[in-house]
């Protein structure tokens, strides 16, 4: 089923820090997305990329920053992380040569910034 | 715009019992695609269904049935005699036609707890 890992599952840090959140797929889909997900809202599209070299941001503002230098890895970078950056953050992942396509999600990260 | 609307925030019912969780949504364009994923307590959403705006077929796959009805711009969701595995939230989502998936609007999810 669906290929695409996030790491770490948890992670709990002071304020200031830098973090990357990790994430990868072996489906060798070219569409990849980062989302925001806070109790009871709707997710909220932060980043995307449509390949190598290719990011965009979301509807979502973010402080956060992405890259992608490897189709199959997708990292989420916090240079300096706050309180309010605390939230679930799911990467995601697509078929390259469809349009409306489903989505293939990761288990997602849980943010808590003390 | 685009908007989806799951009015009913959570859910508590009996094994066995039916469900049906409500989906509103809101789109001027006329070709547009809806779906359904389900998050269970592992985190991930999983895909369950995607139907395009010109199918107004009811579907059917097991214990899960989907009702497509424009009139009234609701696509619901129906789980039979449910289960503990079916306890997660549920996001309704509404995507216009011919657009990536960076054009995806969610709703807020439904929480169904099924109870041994």
């Known amino acids: 089923e669906a290929d695409i890992y996030q790491t770490p599952r948890y992670l709990v840090i002071g304020t200031g820090k830098k973090i990357t959140l990790e994430c990868s797929q072996t489906?060798?889909?070219?569409?990849m997305y980062w989302y925001q997900q806070d109790p009871g809202m709707e997710l909220h599209l932060i980043h995307y990329?449509?390949?190598?070299?290719?990011?965009e941001k979301g509807d979502l503002s973010s402080e956060s920053t992405v890259s992608r230098i490897r189709t199959e890895h997708f990292p989420l970078t916090l240079e300096s992380a706050r309180p309010s950056h605390t939230s679930q953050y799911l990467c995601?992942?697509?078929?390259?040569?469809?349009?409306?396509?489903?989505?293939?999600f990761g288990s997602g990260t849980q943010l808590s910034v003390l | 715009a685009q908007k989806v609307t799951q009015a009913q925030t959570e859910i508590s019912v009996v094994e066995k019992e039916d469900v049906t969780l409500d989906c509103v949504y809101e789109?001027?364009?006329?070709?547009?695609?809806l779906f359904w994923y389900k998050q269970p307590p592992s985190g991930e959403l999983v895909f369950l269904i995607r139907?395009?705006?010109?199918?107004?077929q009811n579907e059917i796959s097991g214990r899960y049935s989907w009702n497509f009805q424009k009139s009234t711009s609701s696509f619901n969701f129906t789980i039979t005699a449910s289960q503990v595995v079916d306890s997660a939230v549920y996001f309704c989502a509404l995507s216009p036609h011919g657009r990536g998936a960076n054009n995806l609007f969610f709703g807020t999810g439904t929480r169904l707890t099924v109870i041994p």
């Open positions: 139907r395009n705006s010109f199918d107004e």
């Open positions: 995601a992942s697509s078929e390259s040569d469809r349009m409306n396509e489903k989505l293939f």
């Open positions: 789109t001027r364009d006329t070709t547009y695609y």
């Open positions: 489906m060798g889909h070219d569409k």
């Open positions: 990329s449509y390949g190598v070299n290719s990011t």
